[in-house]
C-alpha cells in the first residue's frame, strides 16, 4: 500500500517536473543572449539586473527553478509518518499499525524490531544506500554537464567579481549536493518501516526520473542548435 501510495504521488508530480525541465532548457538557451547582455552592461549591474529580468519575462521563462514538487512531497511523507505512529486516529484504535511488510510491522523501527526482523532494514538500508549512491554520481555528472555547458555559454564574456563570487560558490556547492542523496540512509534507520518504505520507493523513483528527464535536456540541445539563423 505503501509503495502503491508513493507511487501515485510522484506519477502525480511527474508533469510538474517534466514542466520544469523543460522551463531549464529554455533558462539554459537564453545564456547568450544574457552574455551579450553582461558585455552591455558590465559597468551597470542594476541596468543588468532589469534587462535580464526583462528578457526572462519576455520569454515567459522563470529565473529560478520551481520546487512545488518538493513542496507537495513533504507533508506527503509527514501523513504517512503521523498514520505509522499515532496509536489512535478518530478516537478508535490505529488499523494502520496492524499491517506488516515481510512479517514486521510497519510501524515498527530497526532499534526496536527483534533479532529475526532486522533483516527487513538492512535489506532496505542496502537498497538505500545503492540508490544513493547512483543518485550522487547522476547528480555529479548532471552537475558537470551543466557547468560546462555554461562556462562555455561564458566564455567570451568577462565575470565581474559578484558574479564570480557566485559562480565559485556553485561551484562548492555541486561538490556538496551529490552527498545529500546519502541523507535518506540515515532516515530510513530511524523513522518507522511504512516511512522508510516511502522515502526508498521515491528516492529509486527520483532516480529513474531523473534519467528520463534528462533525455529532454538532451533532445532538447540539437533542436535548438538547428532553430540559430546561419
Known amino acids: 500500500m505503501i509503495v502503491l501510495i508513493t507511487l501515485a504521488v510522484r506519477a502525480a508530480l511527474h508533469p510538474t517536473n517534466r514542466r520544469n525541465q523543460r522551463l531549464a532548457v529554455r533558462r539554459r538557451d537564453l545564456q547568450p543572449q544574457i552574455a551579450e547582455l553582461r558585455k552591455k552592461h558590465k559597468d551597470d549591474a542594476q541596468a543588468l539586473q532589469r534587462e535580464v529580468m526583462a528578457l526572462h519575462k519576455e520569454e515567459q521563462v522563470p529565473m529560478a527553478p520551481g520546487c512545488l514538487s518538493m513542496l507537495i512531497q513533504l ?10 505512529t499515532a496509536p489512535e486516529l478518530a478516537g478508535h484504535h490505529n488499523q494502520l499499525l496492524d ?5 514486521v510491522p510497519l510501524s515498527e523501527r530497526m532499534g526496536a524490531a527483534t533479532p529475526g526482523q532486522r533483516w ?3 535489506a532496505l538500508i542496502g537498497l538505500t544506500v545503492a540508490v544513493a549512491a547512483f543518485a550522487a554520481w547522476q547528480m555529479r555528472r548532471h552537475m558537470a554537464e551543466d557547468r560546462a555547458a555554461q562556462h562555455a555559454a561564458q566564455s567570451a564574456t568577462k565575470l565581474s567579481a559578484q558574479q564570480q563570487q557566485m559562480a565559485d560558490t556553485m561551484e562548492r556547492a555541486t561538490k556538496v549536493m551529490p552527498l545529500m542523496s546519502f541523507m535518506t540512509v540515515m532516515a530510513v534507520a530511524s523513522v518507522p518501516l511504512a516511512a522508510g518504505l516511502y522515502l526508498v520507493t521515491s528516492s529509486t523513483w527520483g532516480l529513474l526520473e531523473r534519467a528520463s528527464l534528462r533525455r529532454v535536456r538532451h533532445a532538447a540541445a540539437p533542436a535548438a542548435g538547428r532553430s540559430q539563423p546561419a
Open 75 to 84: 507533508p506527503v511523507f509527514g501523513m504517512v509518518y503521523r498514520l505509522f
Open 99 to 103: 499491517h506488516a511488510f515481510l512479517g
Open 120 to 122: 527487513v532494514f538492512f
